[in-house]
């Protein structure tokens, strides 16, 4: 089987090794990942999708499908690298509440699309995630704790199995290849398409509200105070800031799906800090979502390691108030709970830890990689009796395994799967759940 052949398979563009343009094609979002595939394929449509399935059968090889490029893990060595963002085709039912998406589609595109109707999708901090990878990893959105995770708004999947048969997928169609796609990644079949419930979003208001870095204990209490009581309507996420070649700072990223005179009386707790730098606080467009947490747009080196917590007692909060945060850039308090917390009948299930503690530093050469890394373990390891052992699914980093974000059970029953519908694992998701 020659590189000849996978060329003649598909409409799209094949790019291979030592190919002007392959390396740029082969990046993952993260730069600080290295992706040694075997070939880039763009796919045109979804018959190209199953052409290059079928080829990777015969090949004895896997396919590895990346819409943009998040989420990457580095264990793609020989496998041919799925593009799938000309797939790119998004329909609003707003009548249904629905929208169905191609793989390649982006969260800023449904966004726009939606505003128009005054609906929402369950959408999450960045604009440029694609909404089918989020999705099979769960989806953690600025709305789960009034709606679940994103996973579990899918009504349907349209994918290429293993076979290269092109099927489409609903809890009637095929219960188990159902169940496990909304939430357990993407290694059970290659999505082409999906549809996605919406929700009202006649007004959300939010944004970010920053301190200087001295004020972080007031903020932190603000924080636990507000989440301790905070409706499923209210998401906030607190971050400990250092930029490079800037102060220390602490802000507030909020999200409340409702009027903002309502958000404002729920948040007058914030009011009573002073010294605030910035205060973006409005009504927020569900097209502009993204703005809340400003979270880049352009792919970059990074790194990052996260831990579910059970709980934000004085001990946490003293640990992480400690002590700078450098050579860290973010070190972030997820508010989960609410609808998140609830059993849904989805691979990713219900997560009852309350907090994810995410830690993020830049990985600009190997001495601060280094110090980056050896910063989160110490982190990790302080904290270490409030940490659950789970992890989320799209908040898996380089060197972890997809067995830490299921329970048990949950990971055999996707263990069973896989080998049933995969068994010569044609397709390798970021992170196989027989890795």
């Known amino acids: 089987m020659t590189n000849n052949d996978l060329r003649r398979a598909v409409k799209g563009g094949v790019l291979l090794p030592g190919e002007d343009g392959f390396e740029q094609a082969a990046k993952p979002w993260n730069l600080a990942v290295d992706q040694p595939v075997a070939?880039?394929?763009?796919?045109?449509?979804?018959?190209d999708v199953a052409a290059v399935v079928g080829h990777a059968a015969r090949a004895g090889l896997a396919v590895a499908a990346q819409p943009c490029g998040h989420g990457a893990s580095g264990d793609v060595d020989g496998v041919i690298l799925l593009?799938?963002?000309?797939?790119?085709?998004?329909?609003?039912?707003?009548?249904?509440?629905?929208?169905?998406?191609?793989?390649g589609v982006q969260w800023g595109s449904l966004q726009s699309a939606t505003a128009t109707h005054g609906l929402t999708g369950p959408a999450g901090s960045s604009p440029v995630v694609s909404v089918t990878g989020f999705s099979l990893g769960g989806g953690l959105?600025?709305?789960?704790?009034?709606?679940?995770?994103?996973?579990?708004?899918?009504?349907?999947f349209d994918v290429v199995t293993a076979d290269g048969d092109q099927l489409r997928v609903t809890a009637e169609s095929d219960p188990d290849l159902f169940w496990a796609l909304r939430g357990g990644g993407g290694d059970f079949a290659l999505v082409t398409a999906l549809e996605i419930g919406l929700f009202p979003a006649p007004e959300v208001y939010?944004?970010?509200?920053?301190?200087?870095?001295?004020?972080a204990g007031e903020v932190?209490?603000?924080?636990?105070?507000?989440?301790?009581?905070?409706?499923?309507?209210?998401t906030l996420w607190l971050n400990r800031l250092q930029f490079p070649g800037a102060p220390p700072m602490v802000a507030l990223d909020i999200a409340y799906l409702g009027e903002a005179g309502e958000g404002q009386a729920l948040l007058s707790r914030l009011d009573k800090i002073d010294g605030v730098i910035a205060d973006r606080r409005g009504v927020v467009p569900v097209a502009d979502l993204g703005s809340i947490a400003d979270e880049p747009t352009d792919p970059g080196p990074g790194l990052s390691r996260a831990e579910l917590l059970t709980g934000l007692d004085d001990a946490v909060v003293e640990i992480l108030l400690s002590e700078p945060i450098d050579p860290l850039v973010n070190v972030q308090l997820r508010h989960l709970g609410g609808a998140l917390?609830?059993?849904?009948?989805?691979?990713?299930?219900?997560?009852s830890e309350p907090y994810q503690l995410s830690m993020v530093g830049l990985a600009l050469g190997p001495e601060l990689a280094r110090a980056v890394t050896e910063k989160q373990s110490?982190?990790?390891?302080?904290?270490?009796?409030?940490?659950?052992?789970?992890?989320?699914?799209?908040?898996?980093?380089?060197?972890?395994?997809?067995?830490?974000?299921?329970?048990?059970?949950?990971?055999?029953?996707?263990?069973?799967?896989?080998?049933?519908?995969?068994?010569?694992?044609?397709?390798?998701?970021?992170?196989?759940?027989?890795?």
């Open 39 to 47: 070939a880039v394929v763009e796919a045109q449509d979804a018959d």
């Open 220 to 234: 932190f209490d603000a924080f636990r105070e507000l989440t301790a009581e905070a409706p499923p309507e209210l």
């Open 141 to 156: 959105s600025w709305f789960g704790r009034k709606h679940g995770w994103a996973a579990a708004a899918v009504s349907a």
């Open 83 to 103: 593009r799938t963002k000309r797939l790119d085709s998004v329909t609003v039912r707003p009548g249904e509440r629905l929208a169905r998406v191609g793989a």
């Open 206 to 215: 939010g944004g970010r509200v920053v301190w200087p870095g001295h004020l």
């Open 341 to 351: 917390a609830e059993p849904a009948s989805s691979a990713i299930g219900a997560v």
């Open 378 to 435: 110490r982190l990790a390891e302080q904290v270490g009796e409030h940490v659950s052992g789970r992890k989320l699914y799209t908040f898996l980093s380089r060197g972890e395994s997809a067995a830490a974000a299921f329970p048990e059970e949950t990971l055999g029953r996707l263990r069973e799967i896989k080998r049933a519908r995969d068994p010569r694992h044609t397709i390798r998701a970021n992170y196989p759940v027989l890795g």
